[in-house]
T-cell receptor, first 116, second 111 residues
């Protein structure tokens, strides 16, 4: 089944403790992206990657890191999490740029992160 | 800042009724997309309308686009309880590879 898999689904951590949220897609998509979703703010893009070894900042990249060493994986790293990073995180992928016809975004089921 | 803004923020209707929601955006676009999100789940792509199209249909969905007003509408006809979800518009205006979403319209369809 074609899918985007995020892990974990739920994560509770403390301020300053480094964490990684994994994301993997099995559709051979070139484009991958991370979003965070907060009430009333919709989805805001954190980072995106057009292909292997190519990453770019989205609208809210501060406090996050990503890497794209393999086409299928795009982990999100929080080196020193803070309470304002408590949010619902989504990984997504698409064949090419998601603004193109026939290249819609496919989303994972989300990771709910709480930082205390 | 958000490119797309949905209106209304929330909508409650009964099964069988039509649901209409609107999206306004700020800058020129190539395409506009609509996505659905069931509670707490990932978004699912519904439909894409190109900037040179004015109307598009997919099943019970009808999307219109008015580039002169920088707005789009999504109409769900004969709504069902399963249509209960949040609906988001997304645009690619800012730059290649960046798809920006609005805050969404929460739709509740009661039997």
């Amino acid at each position: 089944e074609a899918q985007v898999t995020q892990n974990p689904r739920y994560l509770i951590t403390v301020t300053g403790k480094k964490l990684t949220v994994t994301c993997s897609q099995n559709m051979n998509h070139e484009y991958m992206s991370w979003y965070r979703q907060d009430p009333g703010l919709g989805l805001r893009q954190i980072y995106y990657s057009m292909n292997v070894e190519v990453t770019d900042k989205g609208d809210v990249p501060e406090g996050y890191k990503v890497s794209r060493k393999e086409k299928r994986n795009f982990p999100l790293i929080l080196e020193s999490p803070s309470p304002n990073q408590t949010s619902l995180y989504f990984c997504a992928s698409s064949l090419s740029s998601p603004g193109l016809v026939n290249s819609p975004l496919h989303f994972g089921n989300g990771t709910r992160l709480t930082v205390t | 800042s958000q490119q797309g803004e949905e209106d209304p923020q929330a909508l409650s209707i009964q099964e069988g009724e039509n649901a209409t929601m609107n999206c306004s955006y700020k800058t020129s676009i190539n395409n506009l997309q609509w996505y659905r999100q069931n509670s707490g789940r990932g978004l699912v792509h519904l439909i894409l309308i190109r900037s040179n199209e004015r109307e598009k249909h997919s099943g019970r969905l009808r999307v219109t686009l008015d580039t002169s007003k920088k707005s789009s509408s999504l109409l769900i006809t004969a709504s069902r309880a399963a249509d209960t979800a949040s609906y988001f518009c997304a645009t690619d205006a800012s730059s290649w590879g960046k798809l920006q979403f609005g805050a969404g319209t929460q739709v509740v369809v009661t039997p």
